[in-house]
């Protein structure tokens, strides 16, 4: 009688290679360029493959969208979107401006506060671009942009009596995860980007590579609630945040970041 070994005869017990990572990590960003994903959606699955231990559970991350289980090396980089076209302004004057739920972002965004405050929630935006770009500017006003935690954040621009802030745990280094790039001209107001675990929650979905990956990002930092600048770290956020909305009390020390 022959000796089955879990794994051995099953390609999707084979393990996986990085390279096989990244050319789920290309398909995720193709799949988002084409309206299949929002911003959340790309997020989390990013988060997944890099996890991801075999073949098995990489085809589980991508069984929805075409192209089914990963290739063997990583796929072309998709082409960067056109440059030049117009920006999506949002504007508040004198009054509030919020954009958020499902919404399309094919180029970059604008957005202006003068005596008002403008809102973007990013998380469940269809993001058809390589990266979320946003040129913003306040005058005696306040922007705050809502993105998953998880995504890389790059805050540039001046702030004249004002303040700029991020307040988002990012992913760890070396991981190619979305790039949310915003350029903030600020007199005599505020420009803030927050993540999930400082905002109010959205619906998310459960798939079956969900319950997995939340039990492996809890196992990478277990009994390590803090990181080195006394802040939580991603997989501990995630653990405690799962799918319920769950807010971490505030750390010992100070865990906003500020950029010049």
Request: with cysteine.
């Amino acid at each position: 009688m022959g000796v089955t070994v879990e794994g051995v005869n099953d390609p999707g017990g084979m393990r996986a290679s990085d390279a096989e990572r990244e050319s789920v990590v290309e398909q995720l960003r193709v799949a988002s360029a084409e309206g299949r994903l929002t911003l959340a959606e790309l997020t989390e699955r990013t988060e997944a493959a890099y996890l991801a231990q075999t073949h098995g559970e990489l085809a589980q991350i991508t069984a929805d969208l075409p192209g089914g289980a990963p290739a063997a090396a990583p796929a072309p980089a998709a082409p960067a979107a056109p440059q030049g076209r117009m920006r999506k302004w949002i504007v508040a004057v004198l009054g509030d401006t919020k954009r958020s739920g499902s919404w399309r972002i094919d180029d970059g965004i604008g957005a202006v506060s003068v005596l008002g405050d403008v809102t973007l929630d990013l998380r469940e935006a269809e993001v058809r671009g390589r990266e979320v770009d946003v040129v913003a500017t306040c005058v005696l006003g306040d922007l705050k942009i809502i993105v998953p935690d998880g995504v890389d954040v790059e805050l540039s621009g001046i702030a004249v009596l004002g303040d700029k802030k991020v307040q988002v745990i990012e992913a760890p280094a070396g991981q190619a995860a979305p790039v949310v790039r915003v350029r903030a001209y600020v007199l005599l107001g505020d420009v803030k980007i927050i993540g999930d675990s400082r905002a109010q929650p959205i619906k998310r979905g459960w798939h079956a590579w969900s319950e997995w990956w939340q039990e492996r990002r809890a196992s990478l930092t277990e009994g390590d609630a803090f990181d080195e600048h006394g802040r939580y770290g991603l997989h501990d956020i995630h653990r405690m945040h799962g799918m319920h909305g769950f807010r971490p009390p505030r750390p010992p020390r100070l865990r906003d970041r500020r950029r010049d």
